[in-house]
């Protein structure tokens, strides 16, 4: 990547952010079975409004280990949720792995994950699919476990400040009061009981994937991808492959 073409983002007016995270703070949460979609979708709108950005989605984890966007404020977006998808790699997996913020200056000619830069590429072979420069996800957590992530793109490589990656994580902030005061608001529903399954099975997915990376010499996002692949093929969830792989050191299917 040449750093020559790699435009620098600059931060946001502080003002601006202290009003908008507030406004949302406070906004009337929405009533009825759409709850928690509507919250998350006020999020990432503000987040798009606000930050001077292409795009931006925010992912959960379900029951397979698979990170998918609950909302997203364009195709693009979810193009990028589906190159993740088939590659088991990328930066939106690696902050929801690590916990930890994640950043790239250019998605598709990043070395770090050459599969999803091929995939983004093809994705951006489609017509209403804009090519992906720069994105940035930051973990989403739940009662103290990571279940999500929130991420956003530019449409061409930039070089994020350190004061936009701050206030970004700020943002992800005001998701996760979204995800805990739609939750303990709305007690059913498909996405509250995702999350109560990433919560639950958290921690033995983290124990399946770290007994992988030590038995097969695997990188984290590896065997991650390995134990979901095998979840899938066995068609039981992803928790309870960990748990069973921890328990007799085999995945299904192995002898």
């Keep these: 990547m040449n750093s020559d073409a790699v435009n620098t983002v600059h931060p946001v007016d502080a003002h601006t952010l202290a009003r908008t995270l507030r406004d949302l703070g406070t906004a009337e949460p ?27 989605g925010l992912m959960l984890a379900d029951e397979h280990g698979h990170l998918r966007y609950v909302v997203a404020t364009d195709t693009t977006s979810w193009a990028l949720e589906d190159a993740q998808l088939e590659a088991g790699e ?9 916990g930890a913020t994640t950043t790239t200056e250019d998605a598709c000619a990043d070395p770090r994950w050459p599969g999803f830069s091929a995939a983004l590429g093809r994705a951006g072979e489609a017509a209403e699919v804009q090519v992906v420069g720069a994105v940035l996800g930051t973990p989403l957590s739940l009662q103290g476990t990571v279940v999500g992530s929130l991420d956003v793109h530019h449409s061409s490589p930039v070089r994020w400040s350190a004061d936009q990656v701050r206030a970004l ?26 999350l109560e399954y990433a919560i639950s099975h958290r921690a033995p997915i983290e124990r399946g994937v770290g007994y992988l990376m030590a038995r097969d010499g695997l990188a984290q996002h590896e065997a991650f991808a390995r134990l979901r692949s095998a979840a899938r093929t066995a068609r039981r969830p992803i928790g309870d492959v960990a748990r069973a792989l921890t328990t007799s050191g085999l995945l299904p299917g192995e002898q």
């Excluded at 929405?30 to 931006?56: H, K, M, S, T, Y």
């Excluded at 990328?90 to 690590?98: E, F």
């Excluded at 700020?170 to 996760?176: H, L, P, S, Y």
């Design 30 to 56: 929405p009533a009825g079975e759409d709850l928690l979609n509507a919250a998350l979708q006020r999020v990432v709108e503000a987040c798009a409004g606000l930050f001077d950005i292409a795009g931006c």
């Design 169 to 194: 994580v700020r943002f992800g902030r005001v998701a996760e009061t979204m995800l805990t005061v739609g939750v303990q608001a709305h007690e059913t529903g498909r996405l509250a009981a995702q």
């Design 90 to 98: 990328g930066p939106c997996v690696d902050a929801y792995l690590q």
